[in-house]
């Protein structure tokens, strides 16, 4: 029976953005480093400075967590027994823009990157494709790209911007990854600024993880599974010990 690890990451570099088309270029993230010194770099997308290597596993080489030699990741996954990885980006799990334009050259070159360390993968690197959501022509674009480059579902925040998933904003999203039976993967992450920055002080649970649980009781409260039954859900680095409550929840309310 074949192991897969369904929730494996990758770290971002400089070769994350190179595959941005030449009218993108001047929405490629920097690296930037503090004036005081030390070893924490950032990213600077549109002035505003993100951690770049934060919450970081040191126990690997950082050519196998950065995908610059593949060999390398795929011999730390023989010696964990591991078969399969599932990619999951890493600078995604925050909001980084408001503009559609900058959104859709990040996601499209994210994309392409993965996709090359699919196709160098022997078939053992899948992956979720990051749709630009702000731009639902360009997302669905990008899911067909990922289906046909490896990936094997679609990635979602808890919250996208100032949308929650269960707006009919997302059904045309959701009925293109139910035709190419691509599962929508919510990952423990918020897309909300308003909401990132009021937790920026917490410990990260009410950032990342609530978002998730609070996602999947509003789909459920709305109906959304329903309409798409086709369409299969994961939710993703967040446990599942509540699901029992947010069932029973849900429950209550629906005989009231």
């Not at 030449?22 to 400075?49: M, N, S």
């Not at 964990?80 to 995604?92: E, N, Q």
């Amino acid at each position: 029976m074949a192991v897969i690890d369904s929730d494996a990451h990758v770290v971002e570099t400089e070769r994350t953005w190179e595959y941005m088309v030449d009218e993108d270029a001047a929405f490629k993230p920097e690296v930037v480093v503090p004036k005081a010194g030390g070893d924490r770099e950032y990213w600077l997308i549109e002035g505003r400075a993100f951690a770049k290597n934060r919450n970081i596993g040191r126990d690997t080489p950082d050519e196998a967590r950065e995908m610059s030699d593949i060999a390398t990741r795929l011999a730390h996954m023989d010696e964990l027994g591991v078969d399969v990885h599932v990619l999951y980006p890493t600078i995604f799990l925050r909001p980084l823009t408001r503009r559609p334009d900058v959104e859709a050259a990040l996601c499209q070159s994210y994309n392409r990157w993965l996709a090359d360390i699919w196709r160098k993968g022997n078939g053992r690197l899948r992956w979720v494709v990051v749709p630009p959501v702000m731009s639902l022509d360009k997302a669905i674009e990008e899911v067909h790209f990922g289906k046909e480059h490896g990936a094997c579902g679609v990635y979602l925040r808890g919250v996208e911007g100032d949308r929650r998933l269960s707006d009919p904003y997302f059904y045309p999203l959701y009925r293109e990854a139910a035709s190419l039976d691509l599962p929508i993967c919510v990952h423990a992450s918020s897309g909300n600024f308003g909401m990132f920055d009021l937790y920026s002080q917490d410990s990260g649970f009410a950032q990342f993880k609530l978002t998730v649980v609070g996602a999947f009781h509003d789909l459920l409260m709305k109906g959304t599974p329903e309409k798409f039954p086709d369409l299969r859900w994961a939710f993703i680095e967040v446990s599942s010990q509540w699901v029992p409550y947010a069932l029973n929840d849900a429950e209550l309310r629906f005989a009231r």
